[in-house]
């Protein structure tokens, strides 16, 4: 079974328009940490958001926030306030506990583009 | 702090040649990853360790790929020999043990088997 899907594979806004980023997962473990990543043309991985899996309250950075739906198993990004530069692959991640080996699972990617 | 450094950045074979990538995590980082990325897909974890032990290597083709981390630092993958479904991005990542901390990746080496 697939760890982490996201069902997007891509997705239009327009500019200075907030965009949902869909992501659900599976695990049975209590404790765990969801992260979303962008990668831009240049191929970077870059770290946008993290939500632990025992935080009360959604994680927010900046124009980012992470709508964590703990019963639902989802945790979808929302990113406020579109720009052309946010134009890029998402992905939903997540991370299984030390003591199960400290795993880190990648969904297939949402691949969104900002029209001006 | 430096970060994952990853080398080659580029690396371009025939069919059934041999090639290595390397990859130096972050200092003091236990576990590092290494990742097939295929143009358009989401990162596939090949290999896990924790310190020089390996942790998780259920996805990696052990016919034609193998990894190492000796002294629980650097590490090297290889394929021998390489097919053409091997053109990808090959990303290193590392975290430290424990902590809230997201995976920390490098620059990666993009494949091309021609």
């Known amino acids: 079974a697939q760890k982490i899907t996201q069902t997007q594979p891509g997705m239009f806004v327009q500019e200075k328009e907030a965009v949902t980023l869909d992501c659900t997962y599976d695990?049975?473990?209590?404790?765990?940490?969801l992260f979303w990543y962008k990668q831009p043309s240049s191929g970077e991985m870059i770290f946008l958001i993290y939500?632990?899996?025992?935080?009360?309250q959604n994680a927010t950075e900046g124009r980012y926030s992470l709508n964590f739906q703990k019963a639902r198993k989802s945790a979808n990004l929302v990113i406020s306030a579109s720009q052309l530069g946010d134009s890029a692959m998402y992905f939903c991640?997540?991370?299984?506990?030390?003591?199960?080996?400290?795993?880190?699972?990648f969904g297939t990617g949402t691949s969104l583009t900002v029209i001006p | 702090e430096a970060g994952v450094a990853q080398s080659p950045r580029y690396k371009i074979i025939e069919k059934r040649q041999s090639v290595a990538f390397w990859c130096n995590p972050i200092s003091g980082h236990a576990t590092l990853y290494w990742y097939q990325q295929i143009l358009g897909q989401g990162p596939k974890l090949l290999i896990q360790f924790q310190n020089n032990g390996v942790v998780d290597d259920s996805q990696l083709p052990k016919d034609r790929f193998s990894a190492e981390r000796l002294k629980g630092v650097d590490s090297t993958l290889k394929i021998q020999p390489a097919k053409l479904e091997d053109s990808a991005v090959y990303l290193c990542?590392?975290?430290?043990?424990?902590?809230?901390?997201?995976?920390?990746f490098g620059q990666g080496t993009r494949l091309t088997v021609v």
């Open positions: 991640a997540m991370r299984e506990p030390q003591n199960t080996g400290n795993q880190f699972y």
């Open positions: 990542a590392s975290i430290p043990m424990g902590g809230r901390t997201e995976a920390f």
């Open positions: 939500q632990g899996s025992y935080d009360e």
């Open positions: 695990t049975s473990d209590q404790s765990y940490g």
